[in-house]
């Protein structure tokens, strides 16, 4: 879908309206796995696309290597988590038997958020219930997992689309006495915390995903942890590279926390299957053929 848009406003009319281009190409594609229609779709738009990756451009950079955390949520976690996915599943489902889906993306939405925050911390979604949660089996590893980093020397970027769940970490922090510096939406200063970490004193960088995903040079960290998932693998990917980029002189490893049987494996799965799509589409067949028809 995304492509189709970018493409109506390049070259109107090369991929059809909105309706032909669903049905040749992206329903096949999406729900079928159609390698037919993904090889025509391919021929169709490659005159378009000159891809360079990162390992063509930047060859001399070190390795990265990505490991996910599955982590079961506590018993207590889990009760909460169950109880609001009952009640906002009979929400949802209400509200789309009375308004239909497209005009219940809200309620949709809505549900989607307080599941994926209490699987970060319960206390989080703010409801009576959920006060009263002491623990949270991620941030439990999460204070495992910096410890042992913290005491192997490692330099730390740690992402949350969450600013609250940030302020609890950050509250550990000060009690174990661990230097950290933090960039949110909030912070007015960005370039002050980023040479305190990059002088190398500091071993924690808590970063707002969204106000710290792009636009940052933090070459001294080795070290990136996504605290919770989201839904755009590119958007991961680029808060990824604000330390795996050039300059990097040290393998990088990227630690992704993830809740066992909770909607975080469903975002999992969906970054997978995204970023699938995506490399179909810029496969080396369509570079290549891209780079012969372009002068």
């Known amino acids: 879908g995304e492509l189709w848009s970018l493409v109506r406003f390049l070259m109107p009319g090369l991929l059809g309206n909105l309706e032909t281009f669903n049905k040749a190409f992206r ?57 609001v996915r009952l009640a906002m599943d009979s929400k949802v489902r209400d509200a789309i038997a009375d308004k239909g889906l497209a005009r219940s993306q809200i309620i949709v939405l809505d549900a989607l958020l307080r599941l994926r925050q209490i699987c970060c911390h319960p206390t989080l979604i703010k409801t009576e219930i959920a006060k009263k949660a002491k623990k949270s089996a991620k941030l439990d590893f999460l204070i495992e997992l910096l410890d042992t980093l913290v005491r192997e020397g490692r330099r730390i970027l740690l992402f949350s689309q969450f600013t609250t769940m940030l302020a609890m970490i950050e509250e550990h922090l000060k009690k174990e006495k661990i230097g950290f510096v933090k ?49 755009n693998p590119a958007a991961e990917n680029q808060a990824t590279d604000r330390a795996h980029r050039i300059g990097q002189t040290n393998p990088v490893f990227v630690h992704k926390l993830i809740c066992e049987g909770s909607i975080e494996e469903r975002i999992l799965d969906l970054q997978e299957k995204k970023s699938k799509l995506v490399e179909a589409l810029l496969s080396e067949k369509t570079a290549s053929f891209s780079s012969i028809r372009r002068p």
């Open 183 to 231: 960039i949110t939406g909030a912070t007015r200063n960005r370039k002050a915390p980023v040479e305190k970490f990059q002088e190398g004193k500091i071993p924690v960088f808590l970063i707002s995903l969204k106000a710290g995903g792009t636009g940052l040079n933090l070459t001294a960290a080795d070290t990136v942890i996504h605290y919770d998932p989201w839904w």
């Open 27 to 83: 329903h096949p594609i999406e729900r079928q796995g159609d390698k037919a229609a993904q090889r025509a779709l391919n021929a169709r738009v490659g005159t378009l696309i000159l891809r360079r990756t990162k390992d063509q451009v930047a060859q001399e950079l070190p390795p990265k290597t990505e490991i996910v955390h599955r982590i079961a949520l506590n018993k207590e976690q889990q009760e909460i988590y169950e109880s």
